[in-house]
């Protein structure tokens, strides 16, 4: 994690075979600072749920970058 630059990052490996239709991957804050942008595979990302502190991942297989700016 880079929290202490205000991101946190993971790197997600989806199934090819049989891939779900969605994925949600909470990213928690150690000190429950909100969201503020998420980028996945380097691509800004609006897929996300500050609140709960949730990525909606869809239709992805594979290695997929996802980066949580805080």
């Known amino acids: 994690s880079g929290v202490d630059q205000g991101r946190i990052t993971a790197l997600v490996d989806l199934p090819s075979r049989n891939p779900p239709d969605s994925v949600v991957l909470r990213l928690r804050h150690p000190k429950s600072a909100p969201?503020?942008?998420?980028t996945v595979n380097g691509k800004k990302w609006i897929e996300f749920n500050r609140e709960k502190e949730t990525i909606i991942l869809k239709d992805m297989?594979?290695?997929v970058a996802v980066s949580a700016q805080y």
């Open 35 to 38: 969201i503020k942008s998420v």
């Open 61 to 63: 297989t594979g290695a």
